[in-house]
């Protein structure tokens, strides 16, 4: 599980990271991070579930998580193709322990990432793996 000590070290360290940064829109980069926008990882569903993982990411980099089976909420910070991802409280649902694992190694993923690109409609994050999202165009 992700610390408190974790979380306000990583947003003390974006916080200094984007204010030393000069020129950069604190709200938003004007380089195609998707704000505003709702994505859906490009996995596959889990057997006998419905859900697969998305992220609901607000104008000013605010997410609400809704993964495998826990939820949560967290927040990005971007910077050109840098960007930093820091977990908020994640919701455990009384999940099954297989599903539970899956959610937890999917944030560890996000929280560990630190580029990002866009091509068209999809958008990876990279760090220790690669995790691809496909934007909600509907």
Request: one cysteine or more; glycine letters at 10%; proline letters at 5%.
């Amino acid at each position: 599980m992700i610390s408190v000590k974790s979380v306000v070290r990583v947003a003390a360290f974006a916080s200094v990271f984007l204010f030393c940064i000069p020129g950069i829109d604190r709200a938003k980069a004007d380089d195609g991070f998707p704000f505003g926008m709702e994505m859906t990882l490009d996995a596959a569903r889990q057997p006998g579930s419905k859900r697969v993982p998305d992220l609901d990411i607000g104008d000013n980099g605010e997410v609400v998580l809704e993964l495998w089976c826990k939820g949560g909420k967290g927040q990005f910070s971007v910077a050109g193709n840098t960007v930093i991802f820091v977990a908020g409280p994640i919701e455990d649902r009384a999940c099954p322990p297989a599903r539970a694992q899956l959610d937890d190694d999917l944030v560890a993923a996000l929280s560990e990432a630190t580029t990002w690109k866009r091509q068209g409609d999809y958008v990876s994050f990279m760090g220790s793996r690669t995790l691809r999202f496909r934007i909600n165009t509907n």
